[in-house]
DNA sequence: TTGACAAATGCAACCCTGTTGCGTTAATAT
DNA sequence: ATATTAACGCAACAGGGTTGCATTTGTCAA
């Protein structure tokens, strides 16, 4: 994961244009709390900095963001495309209740329990991706 | 996981009907190579079987054997929503070629992590999901 | 500074999965 | 045989995501 300036010196170089449209989203990735982002979730982010964007160009530049390896996208139980940028590898906790997506971190012991799928099934693991569902703090202590 | 038969009787008892289109999808599930289904894996058995069903019917008959506990939903990484019979807990290897869908099953070595996980996010785990992503062992042998 | 080129954008129309309302069909009990 | 109502089909809709195409705009070279 490298800074934000880096990434748009090397766009440029590549023959991609700086817009304010993929600085500014560029942006969330890099600033907001590091929770997930739908398409949604940028354009009302993106309205609140009175910027608008066409939904449309929301999904290319994310396309674009994906093709240059800076964001990855992975999808919950409720089948919206989420985006995140590519750092350390984590997993997500999705609260149920109030859907609060919070990145949790797990230690190497699913890289020998991958090995041994792979042995069993004769698969080649290329990536996995792993979501706990449950209750928040904020939601544990709220009676329904 | 009850026998097929069994869950008839529950349906009767319980006042709903025995339909065609019920049984087969039924019997899908119980029959067929234990690979989960989508709204439209089915609707296509069941056209192979002479049986023409609406995929509202259908959306519906899944509906209803989920509120029974005889299926439960889940969701890949294309946002389709499938179903299997409800048994021992496992985990899907899906072919990034040839979207062929794997069930393959992990010892409880998941279950020490979740505490963990608990513990340090005060985050109450209710399920979880897990899918590798892959090559099967035929689509690893074929030249791209 | 201007002009040319192509990347980026917006819009409308579309695709797909899944859902809802409503009138009809048919399984079951009497 | 009839009444009841679960199950069904159809059409219309909803929402996320994509595509074609015309327009705008960032960039760079003259």
């Given at each position: 994961?490298?800074?934000?300036?880096?990434?748009?010196?090397?766009?440029?170089?590549?023959?991609?244009?700086?817009?304010?449209?993929?600085?500014?989203?560029?942006?969330?990735?890099?600033?907001?709390?590091?929770?997930?982002?739908?398409?949604?979730?940028?354009?009302?982010?993106?309205?609140?900095?009175?910027?608008?964007?066409?939904?449309?160009?929301?999904?290319?530049?994310?396309?674009?963001?994906?093709?240059?390896?800076?964001?990855?996208?992975?999808?919950l139980d409720?089948?919206?495309?989420?985006?995140?940028?590519?750092?350390?590898?984590?997993h997500h906790a999705v609260?149920?209740?109030?859907?609060?997506?919070?990145?949790?971190?797990?230690?190497?012991?699913?890289?020998?329990?991958?090995?041994?799928?792979?042995?069993?099934?004769?698969?080649?693991?290329?990536?996995?991706s792993l979501e706990f569902y449950?209750?928040?703090?904020?939601?544990?202590?709220?009676?329904?």
């Amino acid at each position: 994961m490298k800074n934000k300036n880096e990434i748009l010196d090397r766009f440029k170089k590549d023959g991609f244009r700086l817009t304010s449209t993929r600085e500014a989203i560029l942006d969330l990735f890099y600033k907001k709390s590091k929770t997930p982002l739908s398409c949604q979730d940028i354009q009302k982010q993106l309205k609140q900095k009175n910027i608008s964007a066409n939904k449309t160009t929301v999904y290319r530049e994310l396309e674009f963001m994906r093709n240059e390896n800076i964001i990855e996208e992975f999808q919950l139980d409720d089948g919206v495309k989420r985006y995140e940028i590519i750092s350390n590898h984590h997993h997500h906790a999705v609260c149920l209740k109030c859907r609060n997506i919070k990145c949790v971190e797990l230690g190497k012991e699913l890289e020998s329990q991958e090995k041994q799928i792979e042995k069993q099934n004769k698969f080649k693991i290329i990536s996995h991706s792993l979501e706990f569902y449950g209750l928040c703090q904020k939601c544990q202590g709220v009676k329904k």
